[in-house]
């Protein structure tokens, strides 16, 4: 779980290949983990508010990169995550998507990842 949150950070700026369910949606659970501790500290510590935007704003980019991979492990093109900008409709059809599973062998996009980690 550990190594999926790990390459969201490497993978910083990674906007082509392929992710797998499971590393988007433990990176998104550490996100979730790691901001739910800090509005704690931040609602007992005011000076951890600072940090709280500053982790929130760090994670957007390599957030939207994440998702553009996991939307071409599903073949569609990660232009699709703009539907993110469409009020109700958008995220819910987004999140349907990334809970789909992946293409099966390559893709347009690139290699199974799913494969590549097994062998």
């Known amino acids: 779980m550990l190594h999926y949150y790990m390459d969201f950070w490497k ?24 901001l ?4 704690v500290l931040m609602n007992s510590i005011p000076t951890f508010y600072y940090l709280y935007y500053l982790y929130d704003v760090a994670g957007l980019i390599p957030t939207i990169a994440l998702g553009v991979r996991r939307l071409h492990d599903i073949g569609k093109s990660g232009l699709w995550y703009l539907l993110i900008l469409v009020p109700l409709v958008g995220p819910v059809i987004l999140l349907i998507w990334f809970c789909r599973l992946g293409d099966y062998g390559e893709n347009a996009y690139g290699p199974d990842p799913k494969v590549a980690e097994m062998a």
């Open 11 to 34: 993978k910083y700026l990674c906007f082509h290949g392929r992710a797998r369910r499971a590393a988007f949606w433990y990176a998104m659970l550490m996100n979730f983990i790691i």
């Open 36 to 39: 739910a501790v800090l509005v």
